[in-house]
């Protein structure tokens, strides 16, 4: 199995940036696809972005596109998530996930606990 933990969260006026982590362990972790998803009170939890890692190729959801970039570390078995130009609308808990199989807003195998983000206007 495989247990992810996120780091970097907090306040962070609109505009701002944020670098979220998310460190996992167990089975080998270059073998599964990474990403990151977010849920706001009293809304869905929604796909933001993932990695895989065959070949290191990124999906996006079309509202962070631009402001937002994924990366990972197989040494470090390290997930990252750079965030810039921040929004309010971007307020949330964020989520890592990881999976052996799926790329994008399918992944399930995996989830960490979730960090806080939260941008003032």
């Known amino acids: 199995q495989v247990q992810l933990v996120e780091s970097g969260g907090g306040l962070v006026q609109a505009g701002g940036s944020l670098r979220l982590s998310c460190a996992a362990s167990?089975?080998?972790?270059?073998?599964?696809?990474m990403g990151w998803f977010r849920q706001a009170p009293g809304k869905e939890r929604e796909f933001v972005a993932a990695?895989?890692?065959?070949?290191?190729?990124?999906y996006y959801a079309d509202s962070v596109k631009g402001r937002f970039t994924i990366s990972r570390d197989n040494v470090k078995n390290t997930v990252y998530l750079e965030m810039n130009s921040l929004k309010p609308e971007d307020t949330a808990v964020y989520y890592c996930?990881?999976?052996?199989?799926?790329?994008?807003?399918?992944?399930?195998?995996?989830w960490g606990q979730g960090t806080q983000v939260t941008v003032s206007p």
């Open positions: 990695i895989s890692w065959s070949d290191g190729s990124t």
């Open positions: 996930a990881a999976d052996q199989r799926r790329l994008g807003p399918r992944m399930r195998d995996y």
């Open positions: 167990g089975r080998t972790f270059s073998r599964y696809a």
